[in-house]
């Protein structure tokens, strides 16, 4: 994917670093609170993991032009990112080729993590349409030409216990956290991109609001009905499959492609590297179990009442969205 250099021109004047250094100044005003993984930085739309993350956001914001035909994927971290880029991707390509040479993350990569990065403002410019583009960034601190532009988002949602966890259990390879602080945080809203709650319930209210343009997805519906969901999103992008395509089985192959003990089990996922803010992460990483009810193997009744406690206190049902203890169901009242 193409990319523009720190010393390229933006509007034939200002340059991509001096565009950074500006958004640096005010991002070092925002308050700050130290955890054991590391520098959090609070963003005016919560909490953030670091400055980094947080200038990235702003920079998106301000310099991503969103198109009618591009495709926003968004989740919030630990909530089946690296299934979903799977399945979205093949789903667009009807195929799975690509997947034996590249991991998920490499077809669909991150704006804040991937693109949006060490002063840099990528040129997508000439990347033919539809172009995929994923972010756990919140939805109020999307650009505000991604609504105005009507491009479609796809949003996929996860019980907040096993989200939790999941991203437990990712952040303990690289450092060890005790899981009743890690949960504290969690319930806090002190995570990668801020308040659980408040992420799904953004993009759940866009989708009530805009159906047509915000696909609004959960983790527990697509492992119990991956095909039919697979069908679902497909359609919703703009490409379904043909009657055909569906009797000589294309979209059965990619749901057996995409199973995370099959894409566990390539080479370019046991071995292979991606880069995040230029850092090569190991893509076996990001396969686990993906099992739903996981979390009641690491979570006390006491521990998961927390979770609950929260959910029932953030206006869930209010908004027709039901989070159940053993299934999360999205519906609209």
């Known amino acids: 994917m193409a990319s523009s250099t720190a010393t390229e021109e933006v509007d034939g ?52 032009t969103a198109r009618a ?32 040479v590249r991991n998920p993350h490499q077809l669909v990569p991150f704006l804040e993590s991937q693109l949006f990065i060490n002063d840099r403002i990528p040129n997508l410019s000439s990347l033919p349409a539809p172009r995929l583009l994923m972010t756990h ?23 907040p ?3 939790f966890i999941s991203l437990w259990h990712f952040w303990n390879r690289f450092v060890q956290w ?3 602080v890690a949960l504290q945080e969690f319930c806090d809203g002190v995570t990668l991109f ?17 159906p047509s343009q915000v696909l609004f997805l959960t983790y527990e519906e697509l492992a119990a009905d991956t095909l039919g969901q697979l069908r679902r999103l497909a359609e919703f992008v703009g490409q379904p499959f043909t009657v055909e395509e569906q009797e000589a089985g294309v979209d059965r192959k990619i749901v057996e492609a995409c199973t995370i003990e099959n894409l566990s089990g390539l080479e370019v996922n046991r071995s292979g590297t991606t880069n995040f803010t230029e850092k090569g ?18 979570l006390t009744p006491e521990m998961a009442k927390k979770i609950d406690v929260i959910t029932e206190s953030n206006k869930f049902q209010e908004s027709g969205l039901l989070l159940h203890p053993q299934f999360l169901q999205a519906k609209a009242e």
């Open 13 to 64: 004047a200002t340059t991509h670093k001096e565009i950074y250094d500006q958004l640096r100044q005010v991002v070092e005003t925002f308050p700050t609170t130290l955890s054991c993984m590391g520098l959090y930085c609070r963003h005016p739309d919560g909490w953030y993991q670091s400055r980094k993350v947080v200038l990235s956001a702003m920079v998106i914001k301000r310099h991503l």
């Open 69 to 100: 035909t591009d495709i926003f994927l968004v989740t919030f971290p630990k909530s089946g990112t690296t299934w979903i880029k799977a399945l979205l991707y093949s789903a667009l390509h009807h195929g799975t080729d690509e997947l034996a």
């Open 137 to 159: 960034i919140p939805s109020q601190s999307l650009p505000d030409s991604v609504t105005a532009s009507g491009s479609k988002v796809v949003y996929l949602c996860r019980d």
């Open 161 to 163: 216990n096993d989200c």
């Open 178 to 180: 005790d899981i009743n």
């Open 194 to 210: 801020g308040s659980y709650w408040e992420h799904v319930l953004g993009y759940w209210k866009w989708h009530i609001e805009r």
């Open 281 to 298: 992460v190991p893509n076996n990483i990001f396969f686990r179990r993906g099992v739903v009810g996981d979390w009641r193997n690491h």
